[in-house]
């Protein structure tokens, strides 16, 4: 039996799911999890430069993703708002 592979959610998708679930759970919708801080004996030996590439590259990723959920959710309301007032707005 081949087992099935979960398909990851789309923006519009995890908005959905923020929008039920509610901002302060973002273990439900947020597609980017915490960066863990290195402890202090493996960075004793570890490069800084490469940690804190780690470090940005994870606020990257994060703050695109953050961009796209405003962007997802501007565009609900939008959506929302020429259902309910038409287009002329």
């Known amino acids: 039996m081949a087992s ?3 398909k990851p959610l789309n ?3 995890r908005v959905e799911i923020l929008l039920r ?3 302060d759970n973002p273990k439900k919708w947020a597609a980017v999890h915490g960066y863990e801080e290195p402890n202090q004996f ?3 030996a570890y490069d ?3 940690e804190w590439q780690k470090l940005r590259d994870h606020h990257l990723v994060e ?3 953050l961009f796209d959920v405003i962007r997802e959710l501007c565009e ?3 959506s929302l708002e020429e ?3 038409g287009e002329d707005l």
């Open 83 to 85: 259902q309910r007032y």
């Open 4 to 6: 099935k592979t979960k």
């Open 76 to 78: 609900q309301v939008n």
């Open 63 to 65: 703050t695109k993703f």
């Open 11 to 13: 923006i519009a998708q």
């Open 42 to 44: 493996t960075t004793m």
């Open 48 to 50: 800084w430069c490469a």
């Open 21 to 23: 679930e509610g901002v």
